[in-house]
C-alpha cells in the first residue's frame, strides 16, 4: 500500500461562476476567473488497498459516513477505470481552511482528491486532464489546479469546459479575508446555485454582464491595472448576491458582520487606500488589495474584528506533491 499525497490550495472567484448549465457534467453557464490563495488549502492522501472491505474517508481525522464517503468513492471511480484498478481506497483529506462556510473548501478539496487520485493510479494525467477531473467533483476545484489568476473556460461540452492559467500574480497582489463566520452555511452553494438560475429574473442578464467582465477583467490582469481589476471585481460579486435576492424564495448569505466589513472597505477607499471587497455564497468577506497595503488594511479591521477572524493571504501555487 504506497500512499500519495497531494496539497491544492483554495480559489476565490472574481469573476464569478454562479449556475450550471448541465448539472450532472457540472458545465457552467458563464465563465469565471479566480486568484489562487497560499492561506487556505487542502492536504489529501490516497492509497489503495486489497485487505480493506471498501472505501474509507477521513476528513479532518474525523471517520466520515456513508453519503460523504460514496461521492468521494463516485470520484475516485474515475480514476480507477482508466488505470484498471479494483481495490478499495484509504483516503485521508485536511483542511486548512473551515469546511462549507464559503471559503472554498470543495476548490481545494476535490483538487487536492484529483492529484492524489491521479499519483495514486499513476495515471500521469496532464494539469489540464486533472481540471477536466476536478471539475466533476467540484465546479470551482477545475480552477485550483493552478496557481495565481486563473479562469476556467465555460466550453462547448465536456470535453473543454477545464482552467487554464492567465497570469502568475507575481505582482503587488494580496487578498484580507474577513471570517465572519466559519460555521457550516446552512443552504449549500449547489443548492442555492440551483434555485437562482430557475427563479431569479435577474439571471439573464448576469450572464449577459459577467461575459463582458471577464473580458474587462483580463485586460486589466494583463496591464496589472489594479483599481480597474478591483472595481471589475467588486462589481461582479455584488451582481452575483443580487441574483440571489430575486430568487424565489430570496437568498442572502451575508450576516450583519458582512455589511460592517463592506462598509469599512469603502471608507479605506475614500481615504486613498485603494481596497476592493468581493464574496462567495457564504458570509465572509474577501478584500482584494496590494500586498504592501495588507497589514494597513488589516489593522484598520481589527477596529471592528478579532484578529484571529482577519487572515492576510498572498497568490497560492498550483497543485503540488507532498509525498512519493
Not at 159 to 165: E, L, R
Request: charged content about 25%; glycine content about 6%.
Amino acid at each position: 500500500m504506497t500512499e500519495k499525497k497531494v496539497r491544492a490550495h483554495t480559489n476565490i472567484a472574481l469573476i464569478k461562476y454562479w449556475g450550471k448549465r448541465d448539472e450532472k457534467l457540472i458545465l457552467p453557464a458563464s465563465s469565471s476567473l479566480s486568484l489562487t490563495l497560499d492561506a487556505f488549502y487542502t492536504d489529501t492522501s490516497v492509497a489503495f488497498d486489497s485487505s480493506i472491505q471498501q472505501d474509507t474517508f477521513y476528513l479532518n481525522g474525523v471517520l466520515q459516513n456513508d453519503v460523504a464517503t460514496k461521492k468521494v468513492s463516485h470520484f475516485l471511480d474515475l480514476f480507477r477505470k482508466p488505470a484498471g484498478i479494483h481495490s478499495p481506497a484509504l483516503i485521508k483529506s485536511t483542511n486548512f481552511v473551515p469546511t462549507a462556510a464559503g471559503l472554498a473548501s470543495s476548490a481545494s478539496g476535490m483538487a487536492a482528491l484529483a492529484g492524489a487520485a491521479n499519483e495514486a493510479c499513476n495515471l500521469q494525467l496532464t494539469k489540464r486532464e486533472l481540471s477536466l477531473f476536478a471539475r466533476k467533483g467540484s465546479g470551482s476545484a477545475t480552477r485550483s489546479i493552478y496557481g495565481g489568476f486563473v479562469e476556467w473556460q465555460m466550453g462547448t461540452s465536456s470535453t473543454d469546459s477545464y482552467a487554464v492559467p492567465i497570469d502568475d500574480a507575481d505582482w503587488d497582489i494580496g487578498m484580507l479575508v474577513v471570517v465572519v463566520n466559519s460555521r457550516q452555511k446552512e443552504i449549500s452553494s449547489r443548492e442555492g446555485m440551483k434555485n437562482t438560475v430557475k427563479t431569479s429574473p435577474f439571471y439573464s442578464g448576469w450572464l449577459e454582464s459577467t461575459a463582458k467582465d471577464l473580458i474587462e477583467i483580463k485586460d486589466a490582469i494583463y496591464s496589472h491595472d489594479f483599481q480597474k481589476m478591483g472595481e471589475i471585481t467588486e462589481s461582479n460579486g455584488m451582481k452575483m448576491h443580487g441574483t440571489m435576492l430575486g430568487a424565489n424564495p430570496p437568498l442572502s448569505y451575508w450576516e450583519p458582520d458582512s455589511v460592517v466589513a463592506m462598509q469599512l472597505v469603502r471608507q479605506l477607499r475614500q481615504e486613498g487606500l485603494p481596497c476592493y471587497f468581493t464574496m462567495d455564497a457564504g458570509p465572509n468577506v474577501k478584500v482584494l488589495c496590494r500586498l504592501t497595503d495588507s497589514d494597513k488594511i488589516k489593522k484598520r479591521f481589527e477596529t471592528h474584528f478579532d484578529s484571529d477572524q482577519l487572515i492576510i493571504a498572498k497568490p497560492g501555487e498550483g497543485l503540488k506533491v507532498l509525498s512519493e
